[in-house]
Structure formats: C-alpha cells, structure tokens
C-alpha cells in the first residue's frame, strides 16, 4: 500500500486530481484537516445514531479538534435544559453531562473547548 502512494505521488498534478474525483467522499473525509472540516456536518454528523456514545468517545481520547467541530454542531441542543440519564445519573443538560464526562476521562482540552462555548 505504501509503495501505491509513492507510485501516486510520482504522477502529474492533473492526474492526481483526476483519480482524487474517483475516490468515495467518506473516505476523502478522513484524508486532509480541510476535508474534515468541509464535509464533517454532511456526512459525519448527520449519521451519528447515537451523540452521547460518540461524545463519549471523543472526550475519553480527548480528541479536541473533532470534539470542537461536533459541539458545533450541536448547536443549540448542548445549552438546553432537559432531563437526562447517563449511568444512573441524572443531568439537567448536555452541557453537565459533557463536563463530568471530561472531569472523569481527565480531557482537559475538551472541557476548556465546553467552557468558552458556554461563554460565547
């Protein structure tokens, strides 16, 4: 495999574009920062079967560039009141829910990421 992108790398820039245009967008998605960031709402976040699974996830990896791009996305969802149960435990929002998630995981990154959107 890494002899192919050797290989690639060797081609002309048109070429290059030419087979890039082939290639399926969730896997260009995973390629470049700017891919990420251009195509994650579409075809990342719109297929999330469940948040708080996949916020735990990015949290307990305290993978902060992409916990950023979802809190975003969240919008408005992350300040509003609502009553939720996580292991047996009761949280009046997203937001409370998400900062013991990273006091417990030990993901400073994503609480101060959690701390200014919740000064914005």
Request: charged letters at 20%; one cysteine or more.
């Amino acid at each position: 495999m890494n002899n192919n992108l050797i290989l690639i790398n060797r081609l002309p820039p048109e070429l290059k574009r030419y087979i890039f245009s082939f290639i399926r967008i969730t896997t260009k998605v995973r390629l470049t920062k700017n891919n990420y960031t251009t195509f994650y709402y579409r075809y990342i976040y719109c297929n999330l079967s469940d948040e708080i699974t996949y916020a735990r996830k990015l949290i307990s990896y305290d993978m902060s560039f992409i916990f950023e791009l979802f809190i975003t996305s969240t919008g408005q969802k992350l300040d509003k009141k609502k009553k939720l149960y996580y292991s047996n435990i009761k949280y009046n929002s997203l937001y409370e829910l998400y900062s013991n998630l990273c006091i417990k995981y030990q993901s400073t990154n994503c609480r101060n990421i959690l701390r200014y959107r919740l000064n914005q």
